[in-house]
């Protein structure tokens, strides 16, 4: 077996991985880059010069989730001749049915600004690929089943397993030739509401394991407290709360926490908008796949209660809905996407509510380098919105307890609880999906505590096993 990493290699998105096995070439994940500019032009490049294979070589895709930066490059790979299978979870299916046709629509939106403004070096300015290219590789989808071995070709099999991250999110284990490769995919949370914790996988020849938060631990007080602390003092103060947030998986747990913490009255029963189309169908998608949820979770619907609604909440309809919000001088929670701030309609009530000193901003998940998410984390004077330079004077906060991804020592715990079931280790650990900096420092980590061979690969290189 042979691999070549295609993205997720020195920064954190990309997540694209080229295996030759059984004759076959499959690729695994399949996402866009985001955040650098370096990084993003190359969703641009011709797929057959930096990998040495005609897209049609592509025998398949397998996905391990959802997520923008795991899975929207397929129907750009449609668009130039990939006509194979696309396998992934049920769950993933289906919320792919969603964020794939909304990416084409950003991209669309994009290109049409920038014709608009001139602002473009190409002429006419192009969308990486439309709504339509994306509704149309969703034909390709094949929906798999949670630990079953499927024999993808002959003599090739792959087994997802659930990894917690959001509804849907697996490993995948890829044997061949008496040869195994595992893909954490993104691991998840332990001990956190909604869905159950990540599953022990089979480690085998070689395991590219995700370091997001591989240099560091998140907070150890629940993140349900940080979360009031911020909503009641700006609701004091008579502010907005303004939460960028991911339409899936960080949307619906941050509903769930907004549930309890005014069941058990502790924080003020103030409106919570939920400005984003995606995230109201995207919650819907949550709220039937029942099977993937964790006991906690289960009860709750099983007692004929809601995990997701919270009194007070209201999604918004349309545009002209979402520009409402902003003449509104009240308490409220707006939750809108997108997460890393790299578009949509949250940028607008940034544009109009962070300079006041009333409201805050809080992020509630990793903003990656070179998105303006990272840059306003970082807290300076002003942020560019809209062309214009806006000085900031809301607070800006941040609840790394509300992450999606697993830090280092849940890194850690996953990598023991699978050695210690399927009694291996890997012959070699590569370290994928995080900043350069974290992915050395995650690798001595493993090295030291668990003794395991590591590598940190770099983009584009290619490994046999």
């Not at 709750?300 to 309809?317: C, D, H, Q, Y």
């Amino acid at each position: 077996m042979k691999i070549k990493f295609l993205g997720a290699s020195g920064t954190v998105t990309g997540s694209k991985y080229l295996v030759h096995a059984g004759g076959k070439h499959i690729l695994v994940d399949c996402g866009v880059f985001q955040g650098e500019k370096e990084w993003k032009d190359r969703n641009w490049h011709n797929f057959s010069e930096y990998t040495g294979h005609a897209v049609k070589e592509i025998d398949a895709i397998l996905l391990t989730h959802a997520h923008i930066d795991h899975a929207a490059f397929v129907p750009r790979l449609y668009l130039q001749g990939f006509s194979g299978p696309v396998y992934a979870t049920k769950p993933t299916v289906e919320l792919c049915g969603l964020l794939l046709p909304d990416y084409g629509k950003i991209q669309e939106e994009d290109a049409s600004y920038r014709e608009r403004k001139r602002i473009s070096s190409h002429h006419p300015p192009l969308p990486l690929y439309s709504v339509d290219d994306a509704s149309r590789s969703l034909k390709l989808f094949s929906s798999v089943s949670f630990g079953v071995r499927h024999e993808i070709f002959p003599g090739v099999f792959a087994t997802w397993r659930r990894m917690g991250h959001i509804l849907g999110a697996a490993s995948i284990t890829l044997e061949s030739e008496n040869k195994m490769i595992t893909f954490s995919g993104d691991v998840g949370r332990y001990n956190v509401p909604i869905l159950v914790d990540p599953e022990p996988a089979p480690l085998g020849d070689l395991l590219l394991i995700e370091s997001t938060y591989g240099d560091r631990t998140h907070p150890t007080e629940g993140p349900e407290a940080e979360l009031a602390r911020y909503i009641n003092k700006t609701a004091a103060r008579g502010g907005v709360v303004i939460i960028p947030s991911f339409a899936v998986g960080r949307t619906q747990l941050i509903l769930f926490y907004l549930r309890e913490l005014k069941e058990r009255g502790k924080i003020t029963d103030i409106p919570i908008i939920v400005d984003s189309p995606m995230a109201r169908d995207a919650t819907q998608i949550y709220r039937i796949n029942r099977e993937c949820y964790d006991e906690q979770s289960a009860k709750l619907f099983a007692n004929g209660r809601e995990p997701f609604i919270p009194s007070k909440l209201r999604f918004t309809r349309d545009v002209e809905e979402s520009k409402l919000l902003n003449r509104i001088h009240e308490p409220m929670i707006i939750i809108s996407a997108s997460g890393m701030l790299t578009g949509g309609r949250v940028l607008h009530h940034l544009y109009h509510r962070i300079s006041s000193p009333l409201n805050t901003v809080l992020f509630i998940g990793h903003q990656a380098k070179g998105t303006k998410g990272a840059w306003i984390q970082a807290r300076p004077q002003t942020a560019r919105l809209f062309k214009e330079e806006v000085p900031i004077r809301a607070e800006i906060a941040s609840i790394e307890g509300l992450s999606a991804h697993a830090d280092r020592d849940e890194l850690l715990r996953w990598c023991r609880e699978s050695a210690e079931k399927f009694k291996n280790k890997p012959a070699l650990t590569a370290f994928v999906h995080g900043e350069d900096d974290v992915l050395q420092a995650f690798s001595r980590t493993v090295n030291k505590s668990l003794g395991w061979h590591t590598k940190v690969p770099h983009y584009l290189e290619e490994i046999e096993i």
